[in-house]
């Protein structure tokens, strides 16, 4: 039981893939976040057998993963119309967000790859694309033990540089340093999107970019991280130790030009976060509104009470309020990759994830007791939603940055 469904305008193909995405999400990634939201350590997330890797590997064998790879290198990009992309996205956040985001950063590195026309980049995008078993996975490592919201709101501050150190020597970056705890496919990736000081002089300024395979010697892995929400994604450190990386890894060895791009990804990076949060938020309304319509106390369902009715309306109110906005901006962004509104798409991410945690919360109070209990998945939804708020950068930090791009 949900409400009336009012997209519409999507073509026949882009239907077909929105079907597709939606029973991989219910049928597969749905059940094995709710399996591994229960274990208890981290480790058994990411086991040999665990069900972790039967989402990945369907991601993959469904070729879902290639949809930001451009044509020529094997990718769909472009295949599905933009409101169709959207609902996609979402669709990946309805049913499990900590996945839906394992998912995305994977993709997110090989992505980044096809972006450089350097052949070795361009043959791992390829590469990628060619993987159905998800042999190769990807994360995006930028959080440090002592920088956090630093890479967000003090990239002006000299005495804030990244700790993570590159020294060229000949054809070889030396790397030192550490990784936090908090990158997400942290212990699981084979290639990492990694953020390094080139320059320490010129602070967060002074940074470089390289996309490297994490098999080098001198890296290494924490242990996996435990945490309240988005329990099913994996998360811990990297760290490097005289880790000698070939010189082409270096993507962009000239800060200029990452300080140049710093909006293109905060306003990707963002985008995509709002969409999702806006997914969870809408299936947590959902599960409030099924319950309320069969739960009877006072004799009637508890919708016909006045205060259900108008919590649910005032949910569903935020929630549509929350996937406008964020498809209006994505959609936008989506045609202007190189000029995105970067104001549009953090004011998309705060509101959506605080959408999701208020009306996952306000779904437990409709639940009551059993809005407590693990047999029902608004408690996890709650954690997952709520964890959002700080993941990809803390809200508070991210709103005092995008007012500069007002
Ligand atoms: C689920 C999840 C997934 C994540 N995935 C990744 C990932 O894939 N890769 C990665 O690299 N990182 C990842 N992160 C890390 C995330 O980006 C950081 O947690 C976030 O940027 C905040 O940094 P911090 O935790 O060190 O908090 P801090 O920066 O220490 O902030 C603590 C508090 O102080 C406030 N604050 C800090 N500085 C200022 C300031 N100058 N002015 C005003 N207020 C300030 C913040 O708003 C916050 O309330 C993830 C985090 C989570 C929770």
């Given at each position: 039981m949900t409400p009336q469904n009012i997209d519409s305008n999507i073509s026949k193909d882009s239907e077909a893939m929105l079907d597709l995405v939606t029973k991989f999400s219910m049928d597969i990634m749905r059940k094995a976040g709710i399996e591994l939201d229960k274990?208890?350590?981290?480790e058994d997330v990411i086991?040999?057998?665990?069900v972790l890797w039967d989402v990945h590997r369907k991601y993959q064998e469904l070729g879902?993963?290639?949809?930001?790879?451009p044509k020529h290198l094997g990718g769909t990009a472009g295949e599905a119309d933009p409101l169709a992309s959207v609902l996609m996205i979402e669709q990946f956040g309805y049913s499990d967000t900590g996945l839906a985001i394992s998912l995305g950063v994977s993709a997110g590195t090989f992505h980044l790859a096809s972006q450089f026309p350097h052949p070795d980049m361009q043959q791992l995008a390829r590469d990628y694309c060619e993987?159905?078993?998800?042999?190769m996975i990807g994360c995006w490592a930028i959080t440090e033990p002592d920088h956090g919201s630093d890479w967000v709101?003090?990239?002006?501050?000299?005495?804030?540089?990244?700790?993570v150190k590159a020294v060229l020597k000949g054809d070889e970056y030396i790397l030192n340093g550490e990784k936090s705890a908090?990158?997400?496919n942290g212990t699981i990736a084979t290639h990492a999107t990694l953020h390094v000081s080139l320059?320490?002089?010129?602070?967060?300024?002074?940074q470089g970019l390289a996309i490297i395979?994490?098999?080098?010697?001198g890296i290494s892995r924490g242990k996996p991280l435990d945490k309240m929400?988005?329990?099913?994604l994996n998360q811990g450190s990297i760290i490097f130790e005289d880790a000698v990386i070939p010189?082409?890894?270096?993507?962009?060895?000239?800060p200029d030009f990452m300080n140049a791009t710093f909006g293109q990804g905060l306003a990707d990076v963002n985008g995509g976060m709002a969409i999702l949060f806006a997914g969870l938020a809408r299936a947590a309304f959902d599960e409030a509104f099924r319950y309320a319509k069969e739960r009877i106390q006072g004799g009637v369902?508890?919708?016909?009470?006045a205060t259900i009715k108008h919590k649910l309306m005032k949910m569903f109110a935020m929630t549509e309020a929350a996937r406008a906005g964020a498809r209006r901006m994505a959609i936008y962004n989506l045609k202007n990759p190189?000029?995105?509104?970067v104001a549009h798409a953090v004011a998309a991410k705060c509101f959506s994830t605080e959408t999701a945690t208020f009306v996952a919360s306000e779904a437990i109070q409709i639940l009551g007791g059993y809005g407590l209990?693990?047999?029902?998945p608004v408690e996890k939804m709650f954690r997952d939603a709520r964890t959002g708020m700080i993941e990809d950068g803390c809200n508070d930090a991210l709103l005092i940055k995008a007012a500069e791009f007002l």
């Open positions: 274990m208890s350590k981290p086991a040999s057998d665990s879902l993963h290639t949809a930001r790879i993987d159905k078993e998800a042999k709101i003090a990239e002006s501050y000299p005495q804030c540089g990244p700790s908090w990158v997400s320059d320490p002089s010129r602070g967060m300024q002074g395979p994490l098999n080098l010697p929400g988005q329990r099913p010189k082409k890894y270096m993507v962009v060895p000239i369902p508890i919708f016909e009470h190189v000029s995105p509104s209990a693990k047999e029902y």
